[in-house]
Nanobody
Framework: QVQLVESGGGLVQAGGSLRLSCAAS????????MGWFRQAPGKERDFVAA????????IYADSVKGRFTISRDNAKNTVYLQMNSLEPEDTADYYC?????????????????WGQGTQVTVSS
């Protein structure tokens, strides 16, 4: 079992930055891949970024490449999402998720555990 709690969301102006954190509890955190997804009002949940269990392999949605960076600190059981150059289109609820396996995936169905989400609002 893995429990996930996101933090760091808020209101920011376009062009600004935020760093989201996801604190995980459970002994398997360091052995599984982690991901971030987002869901805007009235839209489906979309993949944002994912990271392998060692942190050595990362993948990103095209819409965030070059602006967002995912990282993890296994000693702290925490995964981060650094978001720079934010745009109004990035406004959404952001969810942290954990897989059962070490390798990152873009598919939400591969993730077994989900946090409650943190809201990010980017004003123009």
């Amino acid at each position: 079992q893995v429990q996930l709690v996101e933090s760091g969301g808020g209101l920011v102006q376009a062009g600004g930055s935020l760093r989201l954190s996801c604190a995980a509890s459970g002994r398997t955190f360091s052995s599984v891949a982690m991901g971030w997804f987002r869901q805007a009002p009235g839209k489906e949940r979309d993949f944002v970024a994912a990271i392998s269990w060692t942190g050595g392999n990362t993948i990103y949605a095209d819409s965030v490449k070059g602006r967002f960076t995912i990282s993890r600190d296994n000693a702290k059981n925490t995964v981060y999402l650094q978001m720079n150059s934010l745009e109004p289109e990035d406004t959404a609820d952001y969810y942290c998720a954990a897989e059962h396996v070490p390798f990152p995936s873009t598919r939400a169905t591969m993730y077994a555990y989900w946090g409650q989400g943190t809201q990010v609002t980017v004003s123009s």
